[in-house]
């Protein structure tokens, strides 16, 4: 068994995620997912009683894999057809958590938000970020920002601190949900997607016309697109990404490229005058350094 175990780790850890320290067969465990902080629990996995499979995945970003352990002779057709048994079994256990997890969830975030008051203009995030409050909330001292879907169910928050730093609701839906940041979803001819809801805001400000959505992440352009391009078949989708210059293989410009022709979109990236600094990423960073006369 602990070669199993030994192997289903290396497993996940091939796949991006940290597995958690003890793992027993049988049991399923959550843990932080890729790249989150050790208090998330979008990572999950399950080891199955024989030690011969198991399967495992991360809520946050889609993932869901299956392992089986290497032997020296072919699974038989009984083993395979226990092994999907068992997987399947498996998904629809973590399904359910999910649901019940993230139901719970909603219930904490339209208390936060009911409760939650407006967001003066002279909030020091939106001073430094030259923009308007576009419907923010105040919870705690921190920027406070509905994720819905597109049935307009408040599904989670995201909160922003006054440096900038920023928290979605733990146990929230996230995955293709948005931010809504301006305009009407009723049957708009123009849609602006892009990560964060500040890029939103400046988007909002110049086009004041144009329905704009933060899909808060790279990850969740490509989600959010696609079910834009559903719900609005004849509007005309822009993916307004970020431009991580400085970051291997640009994941902003890569997602939102990938995000556009998945969608049939149009596809917007900042165009950075000669002297622009290099740290500039985003369509806000742009308007800020235009706005203060740096350039």
């Known amino acids: 068994m602990n070669n199993a175990i030994s192997q289903f780790r290396d497993a996940m850890r091939s ?13 399923l465990y959550r843990f932080p997912g890729a790249g989150k902080r050790p208090a998330n629990r979008a990572g999950w996995c399950l080891l199955f009683d024989d030690g011969l499979g198991g399967c495992f995945g991360d809520w946050s970003s889609g993932l869901s894999n299956t392992w089986q352990a290497k032997r ?4 038989s057709r009984a083993e395979r057809t ?3 048994r068992r997987v399947e079994a498996a998904k629809q256990q973590t399904e359910a958590e999910q649901r019940a997890r993230q139901t719970e969830a909603a219930k904490r975030a339209a208390a936060i938000w009911n409760a939650a008051t407006p967001t ?3 909030h020091p995030y939106l001073a430094r970020k030259c923009i308007q409050p576009h419907g923010a909330r105040i919870h705690k001292g921190a920027l406070t920002l509905p994720v819905m879907d597109f049935t307009g169910k408040l599904t989670s928050l995201q909160f922003i601190a006054t440096d900038g730093g920023k928290l979605l609701l733990s146990g929230g ?3 293709g949900c948005f931010i809504p940041v301006a305009g009407e979803m009723g049957n708009p001819a123009r849609v602006l997607i892009c990560e964060g809801w500040a890029t939103g805001c400046t988007l909002a400000e110049d086009e004041p016309t144009a329905l704009v959505l933060a899909a808060i ?8 697109a696609m079910a834009a391009r559903r ?14 210059r400085l970051t291997a293989g640009n994941p902003g410009a890569t997602k939102a490229k990938a995000a556009a022709i998945a969608s049939d979109a149009l596809l917007a990236l900042p165009q950075w005058p000669k ?4 740290h500039l990423t985003d369509f806000n960073d742009l308007a800020v350094w235009l706005a203060r006369g740096e350039a």
């Open 217 to 224: 992440d790279a990850g969740n352009l490509e989600p959010v």
């Open 120 to 122: 003066p203009k002279t």
């Open 72 to 75: 020296n002779k072919p699974f």
């Open 173 to 175: 839906r996230k995955r």
């Open 275 to 278: 002297d622009a600094p290099e």
């Open 231 to 244: 719900r609005w078949p004849s509007a005309e989708l822009v993916i307004a990404g970020d431009d991580d």
């Open 15 to 27: 796949a991006g995620l940290e597995p958690p320290d003890v793992l027993e067969a049988g049991k």
């Open 82 to 84: 226990a092994f999907a």
